[in-house]
């Protein structure tokens, strides 16, 4: 288990250095650590490092690589609470709409130009629209299958999803002269992302991973049924719904500053479970850390497919995780 942790620490490290050093103008690994030993340890550079390249470096791709790492940790963890807790594999904030609820709070801010409690108005209304779509959707399951299957719960997240994403339509026909904004942040994006938007999704994506793995033994109790849960002294309505609000918050907030991106909570914890296994405390950190890790490989992808075009990085994603997402569901039907 430690060699298996310590080779994806390793590859965390290569891949964020080389999304930090690929792009329209290729840095070299050894120059990317260079300038960020010389930024955080005050280091002396070496003559061949122009000024441009540093300001490349720290002021842009370190921000934008480094809030890919975050969101990804975020959504993975997230997912993993999800599928565990529901006991469904294709469980996921992108599948079950919570994505589509956040990404309506954010159509309403480019809207009105709320700025209600300053840079936080978008986390917290992700976290709040997030946390109501999830309530909305397992509700609505729970009446139709008291079991929730597989086949309910997806089919009741994707009409919810329809139907949230077809509000942000009607939202963005009526206000036309803002479809842009809404269109490149419905895509979904790691360019232009600010020094303290990284600071604060990562501190409400610490704080969402840390709670989660602090439910990690009541989430171990409830993958054995509810009825075993519930002998063994576990409240299970509220442990469920407990979880399911910390996970819809986690990726409300997640996505607030980079727009929609799905599938790497779908496909990241199934990876995880096969490497590291079923046991809570190592699954929601690793699923975290591989989640990052998938999302830094995505954004590095969105910028070489089509270089020097770069494209959406939830296009990436989706290419990625609509096969794995079939994949699952019918292997889990037969």
Same mark, same amino acid.
């Given at each position: 288990?430690?060699?298996?942790?310590?080779?994806?620490?390793?590859? &965390?490290?290569?891949?964020? =250095?080389?999304?930090?050093?690929?792009?329209?103008?290729?840095?070299? @690994?050894?120059?990317?650590?260079?300038?960020?030993?010389?930024?955080?340890?005050?280091?002396?550079?070496?003559?061949?490092?122009?000024?441009?390249?540093?300001?490349?470096?720290?002021?842009?791709?370190?921000?934008?690589?480094?809030?890919?790492?975050? &969101?990804?940790? /975020?959504?993975?963890?997230?997912?993993?609470?999800?599928?565990? &807790?529901?006991?469904?594999?294709? /469980?996921?904030?992108?599948?079950? +709409?919570?994505?589509? $609820?956040?990404?309506?709070?954010?159509?309403?801010?480019?809207?009105?130009?709320?700025?209600?409690? $300053?840079?936080?108005?978008?986390?917290?209304?992700?976290?709040?629209?997030?946390?109501?779509?999830?309530?909305?959707?397992?509700?609505?399951?729970?009446?139709?299958?008291?079991? =929730?299957?597989?086949?309910?719960?997806?089919?009741?997240?994707?009409?919810?999803?329809?139907?949230?994403?077809?509000?942000?339509?009607?939202?963005?026909?009526?206000?036309?002269?803002?479809?842009?904004?809404?269109?490149?942040?419905?895509?979904?994006?790691?360019?232009?992302?600010?020094? =303290?938007?990284?600071?604060?999704?990562?501190?409400?994506?610490?704080? $969402?991973?840390?709670?989660?793995?602090?439910?990690?033994?009541?989430?171990? =109790?409830?993958?054995?049924?509810?009825?075993? /849960?519930?002998?063994?002294?576990?409240?299970?309505?509220?442990?469920?719904?407990?979880?399911?609000?910390?996970?819809?918050?986690?990726? $409300?907030?997640?996505?607030?500053?980079?727009?929609?991106?799905?599938?790497?909570?779908?496909?990241?914890?199934?990876?995880?479970?096969?490497?590291? +296994?079923?046991?809570?405390?190592?699954?929601? @950190?690793?699923?975290?850390?591989?989640?990052?890790?998938?999302?830094?490989?995505?954004?590095?992808?969105?910028? &070489?497919?089509?270089? @020097?075009?770069?494209? @959406?990085?939830?296009?990436?994603? /989706?290419?990625? +995780?609509?096969?794995?997402?079939?994949?699952?569901?019918?292997?889990?039907?037969?």
């Amino acid at each position: 288990m430690k060699k298996k942790i310590t080779i994806t620490l390793l590859l &965390v490290v290569v891949f964020i =250095i080389l999304g930090i050093g690929i792009g329209s103008v290729f840095i070299s @690994p050894i120059k990317v650590i260079e300038i960020i030993a010389h930024k955080v340890f005050g280091t002396n550079l070496s003559d061949g490092i122009s000024v441009s390249e540093v300001s490349i470096v720290w002021n842009i791709r370190t921000v934008r690589t480094l809030m890919a790492f975050v &969101v990804g940790a /975020a959504l993975s963890a997230s997912g993993s609470a999800m599928q565990s &807790v529901l006991q469904n594999p294709l /469980a996921s904030s992108y599948t079950l +709409g919570v994505s589509s $609820g956040a990404s309506v709070a954010a159509s309403i801010c480019i809207i009105g130009s709320f700025a209600f409690f $300053g840079i936080l108005t978008l986390p917290i209304l992700g976290i709040i629209f997030g946390i109501l779509t999830v309530f909305g959707v397992v509700a609505i399951s729970t009446s139709f299958d008291k079991n =929730i299957s597989n086949i309910t719960i997806v089919l009741i997240g994707m009409v919810m999803s329809l139907f949230l994403n077809a509000i942000m339509s009607v939202l963005s026909a009526i206000f036309s002269d803002k479809i842009q904004r809404i269109v490149l942040w419905q895509m979904g994006s790691f360019s232009g992302n600010q020094p =303290i938007e990284l600071i604060i999704v990562t501190v409400l994506s610490l704080i $969402g991973i840390f709670l989660l793995c602090v439910k990690s033994r009541e989430l171990d =109790i409830l993958s054995f049924g509810e009825e075993q /849960a519930f002998s063994m002294g576990v409240d299970v309505k509220k442990s469920k719904w407990t979880i399911l609000i910390l996970a819809a918050a986690l990726t $409300g907030s997640a996505i607030s500053f980079v727009g929609i991106i799905g599938f790497i909570d779908l496909i990241a914890p199934h990876v995880t479970r096969k490497i590291f +296994g079923v046991g809570h405390s190592v699954l929601i @950190p690793m699923s975290a850390i591989l989640g990052g890790l998938f999302m830094v490989a995505c954004d590095i992808c969105s910028r &070489v497919v089509a270089n @020097p075009i770069e494209l @959406p990085v939830g296009a990436i994603t /989706a290419l990625i +995780g609509a096969p794995f997402f079939m994949y699952v569901f019918f292997k889990k039907d037969k």
